[in-house]
């Protein structure tokens, strides 16, 4: 639960609690107010004072109920939305899908707003958020053609448009760039070409591929064999995304009608998971010929070739089909899903923001109080819960995320903090010990030479403060909820990662840059 849903929450009950009351407490008091007028006063002014005492409690009760109604409305929705965003859009009636597209597109536009200025996704989130909009606007379906090198996908787009737009070759890597155009089966749907996965330059165009695939609104497998681990892989992340894909087994000419037959056989119960039966089709996207055996009239044979043409009208009509029965399901969910993409680039980022500002922040008051207990002669007095460099960090860090805390709740919290660092440092009573114990475990350090005096109470000093401030990061990104296994658990796991030797390293290192030396020569 949230900070500002109980606080909603709990002026909900405080209105009703004081509503009750005063449906309690009030007719009494008024009857007794009557009474008192009609002993001072004539009749009509018993009228006006009723009728005045009782606009003001119609509109006393108008408003409550109005303030009430919005809290309460304002709670629902947005639990609403957040289960709401926990479907998959099969789950959702058409209605909900195009009201949480239009609340994803406000709710981007909201982050993006919030987002540093000189970030640059502001001006990435923009573009994609108009792609977004402009899709919904024309209703364009996307029929994403995807699969191996030389798979054969941009002849199959070329035979389905009617005409050669798309470069096709045996060589492979042939499409180095996704390239759309419209289908003629029908003005609502543009054919997209992408360059195939293969060996050449596997990886990147491996990512350009995933990537137009996960923007299809119908996807198109390209095949020309036995499904590959990686199609598989691929069907499987495009399944659990709940996007439709069409299995075109291609180059149906390579193999006899039985070998096919069989082949298919064994795509089918490969992908009968994520694929329906009806979408897996195989095809002839390129004119071929065959050898024939012809019997003459005298007995004898000879050879000839036959012309075998292009083959691609069961998939066109299966595309029709799913246009025409599903076109419009399939162009919203997938607005759904680039629309929660959005939303959920923009919220990262933005808490990715929040996280450096925070970093800085404990950076500058890490080496400020490392600086301060380097150069004061006076032995520290109290490392944590005395520290006002801490607690002013605390309070700074709450700012950040938005957390309110007080100077005195960030004091509580850091002497329980204290108390943990003593148990987490197996010392038994004061802070020295504690410091005496980070200055072991810092000499103890393999590489960073040695480390004394003054210096010595820098680095403990700061590292401290790091420590702290990792907590409270954490703590306020959680929303100053109870952390799994509690605050001390919470500052041990912290401990741990701040205390490897490679982190140890590293701040002794920068620590020797920012103090100079100074005790370096010590021993
Ligand atoms: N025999 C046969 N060859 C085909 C068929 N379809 C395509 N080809 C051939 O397969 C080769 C590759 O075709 P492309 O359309 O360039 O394949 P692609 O998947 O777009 O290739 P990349 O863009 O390089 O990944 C070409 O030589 C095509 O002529 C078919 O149905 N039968
Ligand atoms: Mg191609």
Known sequence: ???????????????????????????????????????????????????????????????????????????????????????????????????????????????????????????????????????????????????????????????????????????GGTTVQRNAIPWPGSDRVVLVDTPGLGEIDGASRGGIAAESAKDADLGLLVLDGPLREWEFELLRRLGEMEKRVVVCLNKQDWYDESDRASLLGQIQSQVKEYVRADDLISVRSRATTRKRVRVMPDGGQSDEEVAVPVDISPLADRMMAIVK??????????????????????????????????VAIVDRYMWGAGGVAALTPFPMIDLVAGCAISTKMVVDLGQVYRQDIDLDAALKLLGELGKNLISIMGATAATPLVAAGVGSLLKAVPGVGTIAGQMLQGVVQALITRWIGSVFIQYFKNQMQQPEGGLTALARREWERLTTIDELRRLVTNARHRFKEEGDSDD
Do not use: H
């Not at 419009?328 to 933005?350: E, F, M, P, T």
């Open 325 to 358: 029965q599903d076109g419009r399901d399939l162009l919203l969910a997938n607005l759904l899903l680039q629309s929660r993409g959005l939303v959920s680039s923009a919220r990262k980022r933005g808490e990715d923001s929040l996280d450096q500002r925070a």
């Open 1 to 171: 639960m949230d900070i500002k849903r109980t606080t909603s929450g709990l002026l909900l009950l405080i209105v009703l609690a004081a509503l009750g009351m005063i449906l309690i407490t009030m007719p009494s008091w008024i009857a007794g107010q009557i009474e008192t007028v009609r002993q001072i006063g004539p009749d009509w002014l018993v009228y006006v004072y009723m009728a005045v005492v009782g606009t003001g409690a119609a509109l006393l009760l108008g408003c409550t109920i109005a303030l009430v109604w919005r809290l309460w409305s304002r709670t629902a929705r947005k639990k609403k939305l957040r289960i709401q965003r926990d479907k998959s859009p099969s789950q959702l009636s058409v209605a909900e899908r195009e009201r949480e597209v239009t609340d994803n597109l406000t709710a981007a536009d909201d982050l993006r707003a919030g987002l540093p200025t000189a970030d640059a996704l502001r001006d990435q989130l923009e573009p994609i958020k108009r792609r977004i909009e402009e899709k919904r606007e024309s209703q364009k379906l996307e029929i994403v053609a995807f699969g191996a090198i030389s798979s054969g996908k941009s002849s199959l787009l070329n035979a389905l448009a009617g005409c050669d737009v798309f470069q096709a070759d045996a060589k």
